[in-house]
């Protein structure tokens, strides 16, 4: 079988810069079905396009599956997984008003996307260095570059130019129900050069390939087709193949890869996104074999200064291929808007793109064969929230009493033996069937066995498990305003709080707290990147006194910008420190503390802690250990006695002040 390498030629630069001047609007949220009891599916926004205003009418795009994992490798080499992505963002829909238009929006941090209308493109994404809601919407404009199809002595050239009726004649011709939906499951890797060049981070990338197949599963809706990206793969540290030379080497090297190293994750469909300045073709792949496992793989090239769109459409294209699809014919394929997808110069062109009578007529018979029984496959993509109890899912819910997840699972779970797979329910002679404090005999573990370990030497207490039930008890700290860090601070909620800690935490090893003209500067903002609090659906400005117990206020010291999915950032110069503060792009719930505001305890004076959003006097703290539910613990000479009060002095001056 001899691949299809899809051809640039002269491809120069790939996005012209050629656009109208960038536009800073602020969306405006008009509705959304979300109630306490459901999550938002539907959603609607108000944004402004060269001084117009725009309806955007969405519903959630569900692409990710509830086991998504990503990959990476650090710089030993060593294999690392994470499933900590926002899911539940992604959305499609149109311009209302505008039937032929098509809006894909990722909504976690802001609203990044594209909006389409007939022949021309919007990008918006977050303006997030300001306060406010504040986006950039700019027109996108690609060079409208001729792309030859294949090299004029490839043996596929039969592929472009035989005559479309010869590849359904032979065959009779299978209309599929409209009601069938079909599942392309696609692990995508990402080689050294385009992670480097899209950014160098985990969650940047990630952020970038999920928006790209957000446009592909748009697109492909016309084909009740959707596209499951279920894996991503970053060769973050080196490339596992040479990805130089020619393509259908390049090709060939990657399925045998493939063929070794990803037996074990499931996906019908594996490609590797790489990048080069000014490739010669724009990807590699095998025609019609999307569930042959021994050709179920793509190369896919991502020139320099390639927008979104484009690429986009270009996996579409390749995609189109696995497919069954070929190249428009367009003195025989009809295209109800400007241009069709599987035409060759989809690729630099803006708008809607749908794909042709051509491309409709060879899906429905590639489809009624057999061999493709692998897009019948129903990925589990339910939400991450779901609240019913499904049994095999590896999470005790609702009325199960255990749940050692899957029939592939069940043989490696510790508690198989406790277990009823098909019931979640515990057999006979079982007291338990998960828990910390449940042994592998399916008995309680013994009085005083360690099942949670203190988290803060000073503030927390080991807990052990109580012989009468499988889950620890409920967790013991000291109890809060306790001294700790030799009488610098008080104890909170178990943990010990220092603002370079959470700094740390928060923004990364290289960040501390910032100066106290940072935190004057920012928390005298009264906006949501300083403030002390909300009062009324208005923030709370600081008053003077207040400045260090508001929004947590970190030192920057990168060059790269920070991200996070969910938050908003604004930087700060004062003096030679730069400052950094950030806010969630959705508030938290109304009485949730979040982790962009000082952590109560954290020294804020000489003799002075913050507590709720103020800088409060600390003289009163015990010397014993007194637990949260006022059992106590002596320390060294003093009583195990609550009663016994001290009054302790913190320091004059703070190392970060």
Known sequence: MLPLLVLLGAWCAARSFQQIPLQIIVPQKIWSNATEDSKEQHVAY??????????????????????????????????????????????????????????????????????????????????????????????????????????????????????????????????????????????????????????????????????????????????????????????????????????????????????????????????????????????????????????????????????????????????????????????????????????????????????????????????????????????????????????????????????????????????????????CKLKPAAKCGFGPCCTNSCQFQKRGKLCRPKANEECDFNDFCNGTSHECVPDTFVRNGESCRKNTAICVNGICPDINDQCKAVFGSASKGASFACFEEMNGRSDRFGNCGVKRDSFKPCSSDNFLCGKLICTWPKRSLFYKRGISVIYSRVNEDVCVSIAHSVPVRPGQRDFTFVNDGTPCGPNMVCSNFSCIESRFLTEGSCNATEKCHGRGGFPAGCSILSAILLPSSLPWL
Not at 262 to 289: C, E, S
């Open 46 to 423: 108000i944004i402004t396009v060269e001084g117009k205003p725009y309806t955007l009418q969405l519903q959630k795009q569900m692409f990710l599956p509830q086991d998504f994992m990503v990959y990476t490798y650090n710089k030993q080499g060593i294999f690392h997984s994470s499933s900590k992505v926002m899911m539940q963002c992604n959305y499609r829909g149109y311009v209302a008003g505008f039937p032929h238009s098509l809006v894909t929006l990722n909504t976690c941090s802001g609203l990044r996307g594209l909006l389409q209308f007939e022949n021309i493109s919007y990008g918006i994404e977050p303006l997030e260095s300001t306060a406010g809601f504040e986006h950039l919407i700019y027109q996108i404009k690609n060079e409208n570059v001729s792309v030859p199809l294949l090299e004029e002595n490839d043996t596929d050239i039969w592929y472009r130019y035989l005559p479309y009726k010869s590849h359904i004649s032979s065959e009779e011709k299978t209309v599929v129900p409209h009601a069938l939906s079909h599942y392309l499951e696609m692990h995508v890797i990402v080689d050294k050069a385009l992670y480097d060049h899209m950014g160098s981070e985990m969650a940047v990338v990630t952020q970038k390939i999920i928006q790209i197949i957000g446009l592909v599963n748009t697109m492909f809706t016309q084909l009740k087709m959707t596209v499951v990206l279920s894996s991503l793969e970053f060769w973050s540290d080196k490339n596992k193949i040479s990805t130089t030379g020619d393509a259908n080497d390049l090709l060939h090297r990657f399925l045998a890869w493939k063929q070794k190293f990803l037996v074990l994750r499931p996906h019908d469909m594996a490609y590797l996104l790489v990048y080069r300045n000014h490739p010669n073709y724009i990807g590699a792949t095998f025609p019609g074999k999307i569930c042959n496992k021994s050709y179920s793989a793509g190369i896919a090239m991502y020139p320099k200064a390639v927008t979104l769109e484009t690429f986009s459409v270009i996996m579409v294209q390749l995609l189109g291929l696995n497919l069954g699809l070929t190249y428009d014919d367009l003195n025989m394929c009809h295209c109800l808007r400007a241009t069709c997808i599987m035409n060759p110069e989809a690729v630099h062109s803006s708008g809607v793109k749908v794909f042709s009578s051509c491309s409709l007529n060879d899906f429905k018979h590639f489809i009624s064969k057999s061999g493709v029984e692998c897009l019948q496959n129903h990925p589990y993509m339910n939400p991450i929230y779901k609240e019913d109890a499904v049994c095999g899912d590896g999470f005790v819910e609702g009325d199960e009493e255990c749940d050692c997840g899957s029939k592939e699972e069940f043989s490696k779970c510790k508690f198989k033996n406790c277990c009823v797979m098909e019931t």
